[in-house]
Structure formats: C-alpha cells, structure tokens
C-alpha cells in the first residue's frame, strides 16, 4: 500500500470584500489560525482549463474573502491552492495577491493596507528544497517606505505589532511581538533568517521557550507506529469495487484529542464510516503541533487504500 501524508497547519482563510454576486454554495465553519470561529459561504465552479475555483464570501453577504484555484473539489475549509490567489477586506479592498504552486506559495507575494495601501512585497523561493521568504519592501500605512531593497528596520502591524530588522531580504537580529492591546507575544533572534531561539506567552501568562516557529503534531511511538495503529484496526468494508482510496482530514487539538474528520475525496463509498472512525480512534495518542512553542490545533492528513472484504485485488 502506497502511504502518503502530510501535515497541514492551520491555513488562515483572508477576512473578506469585494461586491461580485450573491454567493449559493456551501456554508463552512472553522476555526483559523488566531483561534477565531469564522463562517463563509463557499462557491466552487468547474473550469476545463484550469480546475476548480473556490470563491468564499462573507456569511449571507455577496463580499468576496477569498478566491483560489484548485486542482480538487474542496469540501471544507482546506484546499490545495495552485495559481493565482487573492484575498480581500471587508470594505473590498485587496488584501494580499499572491501565486501559489502545490499549495507553496512561489514568486512575488504583495499584501496591502485595509486603506488600500502597499504594505509588503516579497519573494518566495526555493533554496536546497526549503522554501524562502525574502522581504523586498514593507511601507507603513501612511506610505513611508520602511524597507527597501531588502534592507531597513520594519514595524509591521497584523494581528500583532512587529518589529525588527531586514538585511538582505531575510530577519536578522531581535524581533519583538506584541499584541495591540500591548501584551507581549514574543521576542525572537535571528541570524540571517534563521531562528536561533525564541520566549513566547500565551494568553494566561504561560511562557515558552522554543528553536523552531513551528512543530508538527506528534503520533506516539512515531509515523511508524501511526500506520501499525492503522493496520492493525482498519476493517475492509463490504464493496463492488475492489480498490477504493480515501483521502482524510482530521483535526488535531491542543490537548492531543481528535474530535473533528472529514473526507478530501467522493470517489470512495463503502470506506467512509470506516476511515473516519479510524482517525477518531486515534484520539488523545498525538503530542500537538506548536506554534512559537505554544500548543495549537492543527490538521493531519493522509492517503488510504481499502480493499473489498468481498473483492480483492490479485
């Protein structure tokens, strides 16, 4: 059986706007990256050329968040992006233009003010196989040009308050991080780009220590041990078709327990009920992803084949 996984952070769908039509497709619900429970209502158009296109607005509203290309039918809230992308603000002004391959983001990247305003331009590249943010620009909102060609002292206002330097493109130095409340996040040291260590604090006062901005949710025992788990607990279901093959989404807390699966695919039928009791079987045997050393929620998924209990392949 061919294996293939990967982990999925929780990928933040963009605040929305732009008047274009009334939305009639699906309503979702999530919970993105900030912890923030969000609605939308999903369009998805078949296009021969290019795949399909996913447009998401505003919960009865005919604001556009979101639109993406895709090569598969998204279901929920996770796609794989592929082309070009772009999100936008409530009021409709454009909120980042970006293109995506394989779901990496690849080539320029501009983000913009809820004012209209460029706010950040940068280049994505891959260097040794690992993906690379260079910072070419960054202004603040009222147009004063903070970074230029790479270099300069940022202070770039998100969800947070950062501040720190560029040199060539990458982060250098302390970065500081706060919220707009004033509470401290974290301060961070990096050396040309790389993070060399890191103090964060969770809402509750809790700090961490960290070396990595990210870590991947953890099976107990390892990746082996997840496909032993699966072996040894998957049934084969009663079927006409004598191969089927899932693809699952299961969402992973901050305390380890799953809760929440879904399925990526409608080719399969009998597999179902089975791959997603599978996931949920695994509940409470992960060690959380981290965000800057702090637990969060994050996806996980993987590809399964099921043989019929009735039909096998030779």
């Known amino acids: 059986m061919k294996k293939v996984f990967h982990f999925i952070c929780l990928i933040l769908l963009a605040s929305a706007a732009s008047a274009q039509k009334r939305p009639s497709g699906k309503s979702i619900s999530f919970i993105n990256d900030e912890g923030k429970s969000v609605t939308y209502d999903r369009v998805i158009t078949w ?12 919960q009865g509203s005919d604001q556009l968040a979101e639109i993406a290309m895709t090569p598969l039918k998204p279901e929920y809230h996770y796609f794989l992006k592929e082309g070009k992308f772009r999100s936008f ?4 002004q454009l909120k980042d233009d970006a293109t995506y391959l394989q779901n990496n983001l690849k080539g320029v990247r501009s983000q913009y003010f809820e004012n209209g305003r460029l706010f950040k331009r940068s280049l994505y590249v891959k260097k040794n196989d690992i993906l690379i943010s260079l910072v070419n620009e960054v202004w603040d909102q009222q147009g004063n040009q903070l970074v230029m060609e790479g270099q300069g002292r940022s202070t770039e206002i998100s969800e947070l308050i ?31 780009g ?58 992973i807390e901050k305390d380890g327990s799953v809760k ?23 509940s409470g045997k992960w060690t959380p992803g981290k965000k800057r050393g702090i637990p969060q929620p994050s996806w996980f998924d993987y590809n399964i084949s099921f043989f019929s209990s009735t039909s096998r392949l030779p």
């Open 162 to 192: 950062e501040t720190g330097n560029y040199v060539d493109g990458l982060k250098d130095s302390v970065w500081t991080g706060t919220y707009p409340n004033g509470r401290f996040c974290y301060k961070e040291t990096y050396t040309k």
């Open 260 to 282: 929440e699966a879904f399925l990526m695919n409608e080719e399969s039928y009998a597999a179902n009920d089975e791959v997603i009791r599978i996931a949920l079987l695994t």
């Open 194 to 251: 790389i993070l060399i260590n890191g103090t964060s604090s969770d809402p509750e006062g809790k700090t961490y220590e960290y070396t990595q901005l990210t870590e991947r949710a953890i099976f107990e025992g390892g990746m082996d041990a997840f496909w032993k788990f699966i072996a040894k607990n998957q049934r084969h279901p009663k079927s006409r078709v004598p191969r089927e093959t899932v693809n699952v989404s299961f969402r």
């Open 47 to 58: 296009t021969k050329k290019a795949g399909f296109q996913v447009e998401d607005f505003y």
């Open 89 to 92: 603000y409530e009021n409709g």
